[in-house]
């Protein structure tokens, strides 16, 4: 069964800072993974979706990697800033049919 | 384009009522899904729809039936809610194949007392 961990759980850091946003996963098949973001009381953004033949994606600011063997993605989120405040959500696959395996998430608190 | 919608956006209901939550996507996506939110955890899968015409159970099924009504629609059916139920739920889609994006909708808060 797949079990998804990310650490830390709250994370709060002044502005500009460079952050790490960690995801392990317990089955190393997977079809790809899928980082979202997730703002209070709204449904999810999908941020970056990494292929299981794929080692990093980026997007702005945001970069993430995969390691499939030892079962862990890292977010990078250079220079943050307020409006990154948010929940991240970290979701490899389990199965076929893209079914997601969400973890309990990372809350971002990023203060001027 | 709108997306993935659902309705309603909130609900309350007594135990054992029962309600529909609905579910509609224009991005022609073949599989759609349905997962809960309970605080402090992840989403957890409920039923999804690999493409029209089929059903399946996910992670958390008891106590909920489906109904994918078309390629745009795909419904969540509560009988006899149960306080247990209370949760944010929400709907989600995919278009074909295993390496593809899932959209997700706004999500409907829903309350059993």
């Not at chain 1, 997730?38 to 033949?53: F, M, V």
């Not at chain 2, 745009?72 to 929400?90: G, H, I």
Request: hydrophobic content about 30%.
């Amino acid at each position: 069964k797949q079990e998804v961990t990310q650490i830390p759980a709250a994370l709060s850091v002044p502005e500009g800072e460079n952050l790490v946003l960690n995801c392990s996963f317990t089955d190393s098949a997977i079809y790809n993974l899928q980082w979202f973001r997730q703002d209070p009381g709204k449904g999810l953004t999908s941020l970056l979706l990494i292929q299981s033949s794929q080692r990093e994606q980026t997007s702005g600011r945001l970069n993430a990697s995969l390691d499939k063997s030892s079962g862990r993605s890292t977010l990078y989120i250079a220079a943050s800033q307020p409006g990154d405040s948010a929940t991240y959500l970290c979701a490899p696959t389990r199965g076929g049919y893209n079914k997601l395996i969400f973890g309990a998430g990372t809350r971002l608190a990023v203060h001027p | 384009n709108a997306g993935v919608t659902q309705t309603p956006k909130f609900q309350v209901l007594k135990t054992g009522q029962s309600m529909t939550l609905q579910c509609a996507q224009d991005m022609n996506h073949n599989s759609m899904y349905w997962y809960r939110q309970d605080p402090g955890m992840g989403l957890r899968l409920i039923y999804y729809s690999a493409s029209e015409g089929t059903t399946d159970k996910g992670e958390v099924p008891n106590g909920y039936n489906v109904s994918r009504l078309n390629k745009r629609e795909f419904s969540l059916r509560l009988e006899s809610a149960a306080p247990s139920q209370t949760s944010v739920y929400f709907c989600a889609s995919t278009g074909a194949g295993s390496y593809n994006e899932q959209f997700f909708g706004p999500g409907t808060r829903l309350t059993v007392l």
